[in-house]
């Protein structure tokens, strides 16, 4: 506590100030001479005080006024007012100006005066704190100078106190039941007796009837209505003020106390309540709770029921002994209690065993809460202890499992590094010797040996921590095994043996060797079925070994016996390695000179010879192997045959190879290769899969032999099949072609040449000029389809040669347009534009097939009276011809098979033709080594473009 002391008197304030060092070090005093020093170090922002302790009488004004000013300012500060011996109204003016104390200077006051600062302080937190919630009150006063008064007075010295003024006690009434429905709530109901109408003595009768309005009352009285105040206590009023002169300093504390006198009520109650819940918490909770008093007289003030289950004591016998808590206490726990006791009870719990009314011994949980009274001392102790019986019981059983687990793992190492040893050690020396290492770091021991017994007699091989003094002993050691009798017990039973005390064992061997050894345990090295030796362990401590140590032992014994067999096993079998590798050495002699016979047959085949594993990994390849595929054995051995051949010839082979088993070990496929050089060649390959003596598959043997001329020798009988049969498919169309268009022209020449034979003399000129016009055009007809036949018969089978000249382009066309109109229809007209073309290297005969033929279709199949235009135009390399109609047009979806054998546009069938002369014109063209293409829309006209290039690029 900061405390800031104004006072003038300089041995005042050193009395003051020497008392509270001595009897309260955690008061701090800082003194201030004057008033205006006061205000200094109070308005100093660096400067913390809890409490102003000062003197009235100061020598620049009074301790009043400086609480004044504190008031004023509402600072967070408790005061306290000293004053001379009898200065009474002096103190009431300090109370009555706020001050949370007055301490007279009277003889014993320096005494008091740590404990009244210190309850000021308390005070003043608790005033400050109540009065930081403002209250409520509904004054029900009708006199307006009162109520004036009233506010005014509250307003200076309890601003946190808000009326509400009711003139009748029925407004007041109307007040509270209004907000118990949710209007403003009140705290305090605040009467004067002489109210018009209803008195404050009804208004407190009609509110017993009112049990949702309960606010605490305070009535106002006039002089000498003592009567009143009374009666209005035995109604339900908490307080009474006599409007005597001052008694509105006393209504705030009034007012407040009402309010807070009946919360204290309310929280009293509900504290009786929360504490009849706990009681009965805490007597059906399986804890043990109490509560132990050390002042003024030790005794238990609670002990919960549970202390009879736990303890076997019932609370009645704690209440009667107040020692019965520490007697309980084991003994052997008791200075734990001790150092709880003086850390001071830390909160930290307390594991403690405790001994029962029946002797067992339990182990407990104990959380211990100190209470300390004002001055800091330990009056109580208040806390819960847990039954942790089964919780240590298994704490306990973990530890012991970790440190079997520990063992375990040391064990598990020590096998593990014997068994590596087993494994990697290059000789039985070695794995002994690991193996005792092991035994050393498992089994703790003064020394080690292992014993292997030869012709009956046990004699040590291996040993480990003995004095070099005894090696010569140990070496020269040598016992019959069937007359000792601790090594006849281990032969016999095939069990460890112990002596945990030699000097208790009267069969113990007394020779220096061993008369230092105290305890004794041994393991029987067991192979096959019989002991074939001991691993022997000494120490010079009597009772040293148990059965623990027996059991582990005969672990290690068991690894020594295996590193024996398998240093027997691996003599064993360097002896049959031996034996093998000179019966390998024969045989390989013969397999060499039976290769040698193979590989000579194999190797004079010229067909493609070679092995493989699955996967096509190559094993063997023959000479013609290597020559076709231009590389060296050592490059193709472990590629993969698949991996030689194209990809989808490779993949075919893989495929075939996998199909092969026991019942289809041969397949045979015909593969394509292409060569360095690029040449294809064809192979007829035969895979076996190959099987040792034992039916057992080794690997796959695969014969290539090159078929290609017979490949190409089929190749062409069968094109010439093909020709055979499209010439006759070819010929037997061309007749029926023949036969259906010959019949029409012929059918007509009949029939006029039987009109002129038998109606000659009855005809006209002009009739008879009609029918020989008649025969003449049929015959026309059938020189065109003849020759349409003939030519395409010469296409087909190869006649139709191309063979260029030089030609007059220009003319030659016109000649062919002159040809076209005169054969078609003289009156047609053909429009004919050439650009810049003189002389092309180019077939006569062939060029007239192409022109005759454009050039008719797009007369014959163009409306009368429509022009044809044909366009000659020579380029650098290439002449372009191109024939224009407007005629009928071909149908899109038919356009394709324009050039197709016999085909005609379904719109055609009208006119004369027989299908073949776009056949023609695309073979031409293509002898030329030109093309062709079309462009046409029904109902709009077709075009043709013919391309040719030119033999000579000079020529065009």
């Not at 007796?193 to 106002?220: C, R």
């Not at 292997?452 to 070496?475: C, S, V």
């Not at 292409?674 to 060649?681: K, N």
């Not at 347009?817 to 005969?845: G, H, M, S, W, Y």
Request: with cysteine.
């Amino acid at each position: 506590m900061n405390v800031l002391y104004v006072e003038d008197d300089p041995r005042d304030a050193d009395l003051v100030s020497r008392e509270l060092t001595r009897s309260a070090a955690r008061i701090q005093l800082e003194i201030a001479p004057t008033l205006q020093a006061a205000r200094n170090r109070l308005a100093d922002p660096n400067a913390s005080y809890d409490l102003v302790l000062a003197d009235v009488r100061l020598p620049d004004g009074t301790g009043l006024e400086l609480l004044e000013e504190i008031r004023k300012q509402a600072q967070a500060l408790a005061v306290v007012i000293l004053t001379g011996v009898g200065d009474e109204e002096t103190a009431v003016a300090a109370l009555k100006a706020g001050a949370d104390d007055y301490v007279m200077k009277r003889s014993d006051y320096l005494a008091r005066l740590p404990l009244i600062l210190e309850t000021a302080l308390e005070r003043f937190k608790a005033t400050t704190a109540r009065r930081s919630r403002s209250l409520q009150v509904l004054y029900a006063e009708h006199d307006s100078i009162d109520i004036d008064l009233t506010r005014r007075h509250l307003a200076r010295y309890a601003p946190h106190i808000h009326l509400d003024v009711a003139y009748t006690a029925l407004e007041a009434l109307q007040r509270l039941r209004a907000s118990k429905e949710g209007g403003a709530p009140y705290d305090v109901l605040l009467l004067d007796y002489q109210l018009p109408g209803v008195n404050a003595l009804e208004l407190l009768k009609m509110l017993q009837h009112e049990p949702d309005v309960n606010l605490p009352t305070v009535l106002v009285t006039g002089r000498g209505d003592e009567e009143v105040a009374v009666e209005a206590l035995r109604l339900g009023a908490v307080n009474y003020l006599v409007k005597n002169p001052g008694y509105l300093f006393n209504l705030p504390a009034t007012l407040e106390n009402a309010f807070y006198g009946t919360e204290l009520e309310r929280e009293r109650a509900r504290l009786a309540e929360s504490e009849r819940r706990f009681r009965l918490l805490a007597e059906n909770a399986r804890d043990l709770i109490y509560r132990y008093r050390f002042k003024p007289t030790p005794a238990f003030e609670y002990v919960s029921p549970a202390a009879t289950r736990i303890l076997g004591y019932t609370p009645e016998e704690h209440y009667a002994d107040p020692e019965l808590g520490f007697k309980v206490v084991h003994p052997d726990d008791r200075h734990l209690l001790a150092q709880a006791a003086s850390a001071g009870y830390t909160g930290q719990p307390l594991v403690l065993r405790w001994i029962r009314k029946d002797g067992a011994i339990i182990w407990t949980e104990q959380h211990n809460t100190p209470i300390y009274n004002e001055q800091g001392e330990l009056v109580a102790l208040e806390g819960i202890a847990r039954d942790i019986t089964q919780r240590q019981q298994a704490i306990e059983a973990l530890r012991a499992s970790e440190a079997a687990e520990r063992e375990s793992r040391q064990l598990a190492e020590a096998f593990r590094d014997s068994a590596a040893a087993l494994i990697g050690a290059p000789d039985l020396d070695t794995v002994m010797q690991v193996i005792l290492e092991s035994v050393a770091r498992v089994v703790p021991n003064s020394a080690v040996n292992i014993m292997l017994i030869e012709d009956g007699y046990a004699r040590p091989r291996y040993w480990r921590g003995y004095q070099p003094e005894r090696i010569p002993h140990i070496q020269q050691f040598s016992v019959s095994v069937m007359d000792t009798p601790n090594l006849r017990q281990m032969v016999e039973t095939q069990a460890p043996f112990l002596i945990s005390h030699t000097d208790q064992y009267t069969d113990w061997v007394q020779i220096p060797l061993t008369a230092w050894v105290k305890s004794y345990v041994a393991a029987p090295i067991r192979s096959r079925g019989q002991v074939i030796g001991f691993l022997n362990l000494d120490s010079d401590v009597p009772g040293f070994f148990t059965e623990f140590h027996a059991r582990h032992l005969q672990a290690f014994a068991d690894q020594a016996s295996l590193a024996i067999e398998r240093a027997q096993l691996y003599e064993e079998i360097q002896r049959h390695a031996r034996e093998l590798e000179r019966r390998v050495a024969e045989r390989t002699a013969d397999l060499q000179r039976s290769e040698a016979r193979y590989r000579a047959i194999i190797e004079s085949q010229t067909d493609l010879v070679c092995r493989f594993l699955p996967g096509g990994i190559l094993t063997f390849v023959n000479q013609t192997f290597c020559q076709h595929f231009q590389r060296k054995p050592e490059a193709l051995l472990g590629t993969s045959l698949f991996d030689l051949l194209p990809a989808e010839e490779g993949a075919r082979l893989e495929h075939l190879i996998a199909s092969l088993d026991r019942q289809n070990p041969i397949a045979t496929i015909e593969l394509r290769e292409v060569t360095a050089d690029g040449q294809e060649r064809w192979f007829h390959w035969s895979e076996h899969m190959l099987f040792d003596e034992a039916g057992n598959f080794l690997e796959y043997q695969a014969v290539g032999r090159d078929i290609t001329e017979r490949k190409l020798a089929e190749e062409q009988l069968r094109h010439m099949l093909e020709q055979a049969i499209s010439l006759g498919e070819l010929k037997s169309r061309y007749a029926s072609m023949a036969a259906h268009d010959l019949r029409s022209p012929l059918a007509a020449i009949k029939t006029s040449v039987d009109l002129l034979q038998r109606y000659s003399d009855r005809l006209t000129e002009e009739q008879k000029r009609l029918k020989y016009e008649n025969i003449h055009s049929s015959i026309a007809v059938m020189i065109e389809l003849l020759d349409d036949i003939l030519t395409m018969g010469r296409v087909e089978s190869g006649k139709l040669k191309f063979e260029p000249v030089a030609l007059d382009l220009t003319a030659f066309c016109q000649d062919v347009v002159q040809e076209v109109r005169q054969a078609v229809d003289p009156e047609r007209p053909i429009e004919f534009r050439c650009q810049d073309c003189n002389t092309a290297r180019l077939d006569p005969k062939l060029l007239r097939h192409i022109l005759h033929n454009l050039l008719s279709n797009a007369m014959k199949y163009s409306p009368a009276g429509t022009p044809v235009l044909f366009t000659v135009e020579c380029r650098a390399d290439s002449i372009v011809l191109r024939v224009q109609d407007h005629g009928i047009g071909i149908p899109e979806a038919e356009q394709a098979h324009l050039f197709e054998t016999f085909f005609r546009a379904s719109n055609a069938r009208g006119v004369a033709g027989t299908g073949l002369g776009l056949a023609i014109v695309r073979q031409a063209v293509e002898l030329h080594g030109g093309e062709i293409t079309c462009e046409s829309r029904e109902g709009v006209g077709t075009t043709f473009t013919v391309t040719l290039p030119c033999v000579n690029a000079g020529d065009c």
